[in-house]
């Protein structure tokens, strides 16, 4: 059975199974508890109120002062787990991981967002095939863990914007004018608790995985 420390990143403080899936695992005995960020790069949501963002060059360069800060206090298996699934996040967090594991031969990293898991079950189980930010499966999820934070999702007019993967958006709100991408209407706490359940799953066999 694989240990592994674990550092719950960036960007999102209770939102999804991060927390959730941290403290699992200490519990249980598989990780060692470290340390909480909530800053990420959200570029696509970052016109909405509340969002805050920074570069991805910055993003970068903190990943890779963390990773090699926490090698230097001998850690030797590092999961690094985003509650945010940005693709230039993602691609932040991986460069700096990446830039201090080739330094270091003896060391063990793994870097992934919680929803590479989640969305898993898109189109299983009643849930559906098609979902993004702020839709069933996120929204499912916050009811799980911390329901205080989830207001009007009832009400919420569906939206599936159509933004094209290879087009560069200087103004992204005004092809996605909700933040939402999906249907939150009928999101409940049961079925996050699922997915969280899931994910905290499919983590523990990464965990086997990669540093077992």
Known sequence: ??????????????????????????????????????????????????????????LRLVARDLVEDIHRNGVRKLLV??????????????????????????????????????????GKDGIPVRDGHAGFVESSRVLAVAPRLVKGHTKVKPDWPMLNRFEILGKPEKKWKTGVHGDPRKANAGAGRKVNAYVEKRVLELIDEVFG
Do not use: C
Not at 31 to 42: A, I, L, P
């Open 81 to 122: 787990l985003s509650g945010h699934a940005g693709s230039g996040h993602m691609a932040a967090l991986r460069e700096g991981a990446k830039e201090v594991a080739a330094r270091h031969d003896d060391y063990r990293i793994a870097v992934l967002t919680d929803y590479d898991f989640a969305y898993e079950l898109l």
């Open 1 to 58: 059975m694989a240990r592994a420390a674990v550092v719950i990143d960036f960007n999102e403080l209770i939102v999804g199974a991060a927390r959730p899936t941290q403290a699992k695992l200490a519990d249980q005995q598989r990780s060692g508890r470290w340390r909480d960020r909530t800053d990420g790069e959200n570029p696509t949501t970052r016109p909405f109120p509340g969002t805050v963002s920074i570069e991805v060059d910055t």
